[in-house]
Antibody, heavy 119, light 110 residues
Framework: EVQLVESGGGLVQPGGSLRLSCAAS????????MNWVRQAPGKGLEWVSY????????YYADSVKGRFTVSRDNAKNSLYLQMNSLRAEDTAVYYC????????????WGQGTLVTVSS | QSALTQPASVSGSPGQSITISCTGT?????????VSWYQQHPGKAPKLMIY???NRPSGVSFRFSGSKSGNTASLTISGLQAEDEADYYC??????????FGGGTKVTVL
């Protein structure tokens, strides 16, 4: 069974940093591209970042470019999101998603981890 | 990165068909057949319903179908059921910005 389990969320002050992790199981992690998607409270989904299977291709949304860094460790079946210079508008549930390999579809999602940026 | 445009809400009675539009530009929806649709119930993670404009993943009801014309993609739900009440989001690959979501549509079953 495919499982994606995010961790690392919490309360952080504006300007602070946080590192999210996503532990993958039930599939060959190194063969799949991955994404981070977020959802602010009561708002819609926002794509954040994409990383290819071997980390050769990385994309970021303009809203996080220069502040967030996505990475992965295929040996540990893990995906990461390093978030720096956090702002109130980064407050959201962050989902880790698997790219199903069919036109950038996201076929599996984690349960999400909440990041709250507030003083 | 401008979000794709979806209607804020769509409603229908049980058994009816409804269609949700997702309008982009010639740089995203119009340029690629890389549109997917997601259903999200309150407090839950989204679920993939349609990929590559028209394809249904295994396990998704045949009542859900996708299409595209020009810069607008659409999701149609036929034979509307109470369990279809949820938020629906489209997403497309975009030439300049990788991936962009629509703002979401709340479907209400009357």
């Amino acid at each position: 069974e495919v499982q994606l389990v995010e961790s690392g969320g919490g309360l952080v002050q504006p300007g602070g940093s946080l590192r999210l992790s996503c532990a993958a199981s039930g599939f060959t992690f190194s063969s799949y591209h991955m994404n981070w998607v977020r959802q602010a409270p009561g708002k819609g989904l926002e794509w954040v970042s994409y990383i290819s299977d071997r980390s050769r291709t990385i994309y970021y949304a303009d809203s996080v470019k220069g502040r967030f860094t996505v990475s992965r460790d295929n040996a540990k079946n893990s995906l990461y999101l390093q978030m720096n210079s956090l702002r109130a508008e980064d407050t959201a549930v962050y989902y880790c998603t698997r790219d199903g390999g069919r036109g950038y579809d996201m076929d599996y999602w984690g349960q999400g981890t909440l990041v709250t940026v507030s003083s | 990165q401008s979000a794709l445009t979806q209607p804020a809400s769509v409603s229908g009675s049980p058994g009816q068909s409804i269609t949700i539009s997702c309008t982009g530009t010639s740089s995203d929806v119009g340029a690629y057949n890389y549109v997917s649709w997601y259903q999200q119930h309150p407090g839950k993670a989204p679920k993939l319903m349609i990929y590559e404009v028209t394809n249904r993943p295994s396990g998704v009801s045949f009542r859900f179908s996708g299409s595209k014309s020009g810069n607008t993609a659409s999701l149609t739900i036929s034979g509307l059921q109470a369990e279809d009440e949820a938020d629906y989001y489209c997403i497309s690959y975009a030439r300049s910005s990788a991936l962009v979501f629509g703002g979401g549509t709340k479907v209400t079953v009357l």
